[in-house]
């Protein structure tokens, strides 16, 4: 009985591999394009357009964390009260004539990053979470994770931007040194790194947060130019998904049959959801992803790195996202996966 048990398991998952294959059929490229595909792993990959299958950014003008703030407190708004600038003051006074950076004013890096250039360093910001999590602190706080320039004992300010108040709330990084060595780019380090801007309350929950490094906490004529929407997944009594899967910064070409048996194993596990992030996967793969994202379930989000036109060794600049790729998923779920 058990024999028989397996062998229609075993039948029924090759039979929903085929119905699979047969769609995704014509994604197999000649084997002149993987040839090629190959190749261009080896040093870096060719400029590209946002791929259609690639997660979208959080939009500012969505305001998700300050939608929250409004349901928790169901007063209609998301500016803080009179007490609330009293406290947010101590922080607010610390560059009074800083002012939020307008849309053309923010740089973007690769569709993804935005960059905040301090002398010849570089910032990157890749993404940006509130955590109120019970082991993260009193207080909450907002984690930034970024690619720097900057050494690790650098000071890093966070500039905290809420809703209907001109002038951030600028405090002091906390900054995770344990990030590696990271590798070299026109004779600079980049490193990963998650900087920890902690909060003086723990409502109203900042739209936005802008980051600068060195010994100048404010940013000067210059101004800001990241203005990184922060993300906020509520808590609730029981996550929405029993199992999601996060899978670190993946590259090159795949062969679409592969990814499909993937999948489909991980569907088999019990995973409901699955992370893929894209350095760069190559074009064979597009309709795979963009069958399994119109299923719900597979989320590709993108990440290129931000140097990708630089003649290093392509397999560094993998190596240097493995870190974000895997704080982030675990940020934007921890809430949404049990």
Not at 201 to 223: F, K, Y
């Amino acid at each position: 009985m058990r024999t028989t048990l397996m062998a229609i398991g075993t039948s029924a998952f090759i039979l929903s591999i085929s119905n699979v294959l047969l769609v995704l059929l014509r994604a197999q490229p000649p084997a002149s394009e993987v040839k090629t595909e190959l190749s261009g792993t080896l040093r870096k990959p060719p400029s590209r357009q946002p791929p259609d299958y690639w997660h979208p950014r959080p939009a500012r003008t969505t305001t998700p964390a300050g939608t929250i703030w409004r349901w928790l407190l169901d007063d209609g708004s998301t500016k803080p009260t009179n007490e609330t600038l009293a406290i947010l003051d101590r922080g607010l006074s610390h560059c009074p004539s800083a002012r939020r950076p307008s849309d053309n004013e923010i740089v973007w890096v690769k569709s993804v990053w935005q960059l905040q250039n301090v002398g010849k360093e570089r910032i990157y910001l890749y993404s940006a979470y509130y955590d109120d999590r019970p082991a993260a602190g009193a207080l909450p706080s907002i984690r930034v994770l970024a690619l720097s320039t900057f050494r690790r004992d650098i000071t890093i300010t966070c500039a905290i931007w809420y809703d209907g108040v001109d002038r951030p709330y600028v405090a002091r990084a906390t900054v995770n040194y344990e990030v590696g060595s990271g590798y070299g780019f026109d004779r600079q380090i980049y490193r990963e790194y998650a900087y920890i801007c902690r909060l003086p309350i723990s409502q109203p929950i900042p739209t936005d947060v802008s980051v600068l490094g060195g010994p100048i906490t404010c940013p000067g004529a210059a101004g800001y130019s990241t203005l990184v929407p922060v993300q906020r997944t509520p808590a609730t009594d029981h996550q929405p998904i029993e199992f999601g899967v996060c899978v670190t910064a993946g590259y090159g070409y795949v062969k679409p049959e592969e990814l499909v048996e993937w999948v489909e194993l991980n569907r088999m596990y019990g995973a409901a959801e699955m992370n893929l992030y894209d350095v760069w996967y190559s074009e064979n793969m597009s309709a795979v992803f963009n069958y399994y994202r119109q299923l719900g379930v597979l989320r590709v989000h993108g990440l290129p790195h931000p140097r990708d036109d630089h003649p290093s060794w392509f397999f560094n600049k993998v190596r240097n996202l493995r870190i974000i790729a895997l704080n982030d998923c675990q940020l934007k779920h921890m809430y949404r996966y049990r």
